[in-house]
């Protein structure tokens, strides 16, 4: 069961311009949600969070809405930069006792110069 | 910056054989976690490990992994008798009480 979706494998996106990454969740009892970026051999990097509370989060271009009425989040970059290249997970976290980050299957954003 | 350090980067071992995968968390985290990626699907949690006993473990992990803080240091992940189907990617992970600071992984190879 996939309860952490990202329905897009890829994105490729022109450098300056706005990046867009999509989540989708199931879970009602997520309350906290991440973003990690990861480059080939290396561990995920977290990148920025943000709690049900909110609706927004906001680090330098790094930006993420959460929607949760819609189960929905998304990570704007902008603007996009070649070094964003890498693949983005999205990942979710229940509050109530649970320890367990789910991920989902990643989207690989593609920055072209 | 301090870091979750990982070792080996690579391991290749024969099914059925054990291995043990290190990790070294960073110093003032509380919390650890081993997370696996096969080939091409997503990152899977394993396990959480919280004052010394696991706090949470999925139903990948079954009898043939363990793990321990053997010092305070040093986080293992052990299994047993691998199968073909362990070769992953697995991640260590801490926290204090925010995100999640991965390490950069160990690729296991079972032939």
């Known amino acids: 069961d996939q309860q952490v979706k990202q329905n897009s494998p890829s994105l490729s996106v022109q450098e300056g311009r706005i990046s867009i990454l999509n989540c989708d969740y199931t879970?009602?009892?997520?309350?906290?949600f991440l973003w990690y970026k990861k480059y080939p051999a290396e561990g995920p990097t977290f990148l920025i969070s943000i709690s049900s509370i909110k609706d927004k989060n906001e680090d330098g271009r790094f930006t993420v809405f959460l929607n949760k009425s819609a189960k929905h989040l998304s990570l704007h970059i902008v603007p996009s930069q070649p070094g964003d290249s890498a693949v983005y997970f999205c990942a979710a976290q229940s509050g109530a006792g649970s320890y367990q980050l789910t991920f989902g299957k990643g989207t690989k954003l593609s920055v072209i110069p | 910056e301090p870091e979750v350090t990982q070792t080996p980067s690579h391991q290749v071992t024969q099914m059925g054989q054990e291995v043990i995968l290190r990790c070294v968390p960073i110093?003032?985290?509380?919390?650890f976690y081993w997370y696996r990626q096969i080939l091409g699907q997503k990152v899977e949690f394993l396990v959480s490990?919280?004052?010394?006993?696991?706090?949470?473990k999925s139903e990948i992990f079954d009898d043939q992994f363990s793990v321990e803080r053997p010092d305070g240091s040093n986080f293992t992940l052990k299994i047993r008798s691998t199968k073909l189907e362990d070769s992953a990617m697995y991640f260590c992970?801490?926290?204090?009480?925010?995100?999640?600071?991965f390490g950069p992984g160990t690729r296991l190879t079972v032939l």
């Open positions: 490990f919280y004052n010394n006993e696991i706090s949470e």
């Open positions: 879970n009602s009892m997520f309350d906290y």
């Open positions: 110093s003032n985290h509380l919390y």
């Open positions: 992970a801490s926290r204090e009480d925010g995100p999640r600071f």
